[in-house]
């Protein structure tokens, strides 16, 4: 069974920094699809981030410059450091992986930018 835990939310001024986790079990990130989403107050579930099986990376034009995906395949974790964070960044954050036609999700882990 595959299993995300996201980690590394928590409350940062504006132009802070994060880091967020994705510590994964269940599979390794041997030919899978990772994607960042987040959901805000009172909005839909939106896409940030992709690390795609080929290796390639990409990001939603908010984010752009900001925000970088990395991995750590001996640890099967997956980090979105988060910089220049900006007040309309604040949401709960979701790491989701792809493989083998499934999808699995993580739990989710808050940001808060606020001065």
């Known amino acids: 069974q595959v299993h995300l835990v996201e980690s590394g939310g928590g409350l940062v001024q504006p132009g802070g920094s994060l880091r967020l986790s994705c510590s994964v079990s269940g599979t390794t990130f041997s030919n899978v699809h990772t994607n960042w989403y987040r959901q805000a107050p009172g909005k839909e579930r939106e896409w940030v981030a992709s690390?795609?099986?080929?290796?390639?990376?990409t990001y939603a034009d908010s984010v752009k410059g900001r925000f970088t995906i990395s991995r750590d395949n001996t640890k099967n974790t997956e980090y979105l450091q988060m910089n220049s964070l900006k007040p309309e960044d604040t949401a709960v954050y979701f790491c989701?992986?792809?493989?083998?036609?499934?999808?699995?999700w993580g739990q989710g882990t808050q940001v808060t930018v606020s001065s």
């Open positions: 690390f795609t099986r080929f290796g390639a990376t």
């Open positions: 989701n992986l792809l493989t083998m036609g499934r999808s699995y």
